[in-house]
């Protein structure tokens, strides 16, 4: 993928952690609390896993398996595109933002990506038995989102508190946009 790709126009948020701190849980908490809040939500996950979103079987599986590199699926609610990347190294954040509808978005999501230089929340659970040490911390950290409190020098927010965790990004969103 190409990586000089322009930068959507959209502002994106990742929320980044180790795998099994809870970004998902996190995100099922605060995309319906902005959602209600007008905020028009769009997504991007990033996964280290083999992932395939097509079924074995149907007809736009069987054809992608053909060798067809770029597949869409299109129905009256809704519709996938699937690209095969198989000598793809890590995908390009902005590449993939840049394939979007940005005029259908107020604010990208993005869950991983944590070494991409976004504005980004920084998960951390001390239950999960992992060294917050080898958590990034850059300028583009805006908040940590814990179970206890951080020392760090940086705002904290209560990781199984949805509601104040979307009223921070809101309230970051706001401070984006003209």
């Not at 126009?9 to 849980?25: D, F, W």
């Not at 699926?73 to 902005?94: F, I, K």
């Not at 001390?126 to 020392?151: M, N, Q, W």
Request: aromatic content about 6%; overall charge neutral; hydrophobic content about 40%.
């Amino acid at each position: 993928m190409v990586s000089n790709i322009e930068k959507p126009g959209v502002p994106m948020l990742a929320i980044v952690a180790y795998s099994g701190t809870g970004k998902t849980t996190l995100l099922k908490k605060v995309i319906p609390i902005l959602t209600r809040q007008g905020i028009r939500i769009g997504l991007i996950k990033h996964t280290h896993h083999q992932m395939d979103i097509d079924t074995p079987g149907k007809d736009s599986y069987e054809l992608r398996k053909a060798g067809a590199l770029q597949t869409m699926v299109a129905g009256n609610q809704r519709w996938a595109l699937m690209t095969e990347t198989p000598h793809q190294q890590e995908p390009d954040l902005h590449w993939l933002a840049s394939r979007m509808d940005t005029s259908r978005l107020d604010l990208i999501l993005v869950e991983g990506f944590k070494h991409e230089a976004v504005a980004k929340l920084l998960l951390y659970r001390a239950a999960a038995g992992r060294p917050f040490s080898g958590l990034p911390d850059d300028d583009h950290t805006l908040a940590i989102v814990s179970d206890e409190p951080c020392p760090c020098g940086l705002p904290w927010l209560d990781i199984c508190d949805g509601p104040q965790v979307a009223a921070f990004i809101a309230a970051w969103l706001r401070r984006q946009t003209p």
